[in-house]
């Protein structure tokens, strides 16, 4: 009967690792994904990036798999526990797979509201530290509280100007971070 296992792959070769598992060896495979902003040298960049990163979940009979999934090109390795290949709970991959579906990304849009912290990403005022007053959304902009000059000053902004300063993955993505329950065909998850 097949499980879930976890695999490692090679840094950024998640996608690659998942592509030729399925293709080679035609196993279920899943790859949890965010679309998140990210602030870098270019500015303010959208990208697509994994969950976990390095890591997959793969369905299969791992005594019959596990040659296939060690030489795999993206595979790093299979996760294991001294010489124990641990499986992952089905409700663990359900759960997952309710918030991330299988083929789809996760957009994690971030809504500002007054009294959150950003920080500006062009123009001007690039680099400095900022509240958000209110959003403007018939202009696309949001009015923020920068120090100028040593006072405090109301700006108006592109909405894409501003980078959010929540860090962890609860405050991006807050169905994640509470257990919930959900009534899915009949039945409680």
């Not at 403007?136 to 006072?151: N, T």
């Not at 929540?166 to 039945?187: I, S």
Request: one cysteine or more.
């Amino acid at each position: 009967m097949p499980f879930w296992y976890v695999v490692r792959s090679k840094p950024k070769h998640e996608h690659i690792a998942a592509a030729n598992l399925e293709r080679q060896f035609g196993l279920e495979v899943f790859l949890p994904r965010l679309r998140l902003e990210k602030l870098t040298r270019r500015g303010l960049v959208k990208q697509v990036d994994p969950l976990f990163p390095c890591y997959l979940f793969v369905r299969c009979v791992m005594d019959e798999r596990i040659s296939d999934l060690q030489h795999v090109s993206g595979v790093s390795k299979i996760v294991r526990f001294g010489d124990k290949i641990p499986q992952v709970s089905e409700s663990i991959i359900k759960e997952l797979q309710f918030h991330f579906m299988a083929d789809d990304t996760l957009v994690v849009e971030h809504h500002l509201t007054p009294g959150d912290a950003v920080t500006v990403t062009e123009g001007a005022f690039a680099g400095l530290d900022a509240f958000v007053l209110k959003n403007l959304p018939a202009r696309k902009r949001v009015q923020i509280l920068l120090e100028v000059l040593g006072r405090p000053t109301p700006v108006e902004v592109r909405r894409e100007a501003l980078l959010t300063k929540k860090n962890t993955l609860a405050e991006v993505v807050p169905a994640l971070a509470a257990p919930h329950r959900q009534e899915r065909a009949g039945v409680r998850v």
